[in-house]
């Protein structure tokens, strides 16, 4: 069993900047695909951004280029530094890690990670 805990969150401004992070525990975090979803009342989990265990990442075409996904597999951490936030990436941000190597399905899927978070609100005021 995997457990992940999200902090980091909080209120900013637009513009602004925030570095949300996820400690996992178990022993076979190296091995484990990680990825970041968030999600607004009355609406499905989106997608933000994935990094394997390899260390490659994707990112969804709404946060390329201001998100940056890393991992510090020493600490069984993983980090979004969120820049030029906007007003829409208001949303509860949550963690998920799968069991292994691989993603049971399409990476942009929530149904492809094993394990999540509670989830860490970000609220970005215009």
């Known amino acids: 069993q995997v457990q992940l805990v999200e902090s980091g969150g909080g209120l900013v401004q637009a513009g602004g900047s925030l570095r949300p992070s996820c400690a996992a525990s178990?022993?076979?975090?190296?091995?484990?695909?990680l990825g970041w979803f968030r999600q607004t009342p009355g609406r499905e989990r989106e997608f933000v951004v994935t990094?394997?265990?390899?260390?490659?990442?994707d990112y969804s075409d709404s946060v390329k280029g201001r998100f940056t996904i890393s991992r510090d597999n020493a600490k069984n951490q993983v980090y979004l530094q969120m820049n030029t936030l906007k007003a829409e990436d208001t949303a509860v941000y949550y963690c998920?890690?799968?069991?292994?190597?691989?993603?049971?399905?399409?990476?942009?899927?929530?149904?492809?990670?094993?394990?999540w978070g509670q989830g860490t609100q970000v609220t970005v005021s215009s």
């Open positions: 178990g022993r076979t975090f190296s091995r484990q695909n």
């Open positions: 998920a890690t799968t069991d292994g190597q691989f993603y049971y399905g399409d990476y942009r899927e929530p149904s492809a990670y094993n394990y």
């Open positions: 990094i394997r265990w390899s260390g490659g990442a």
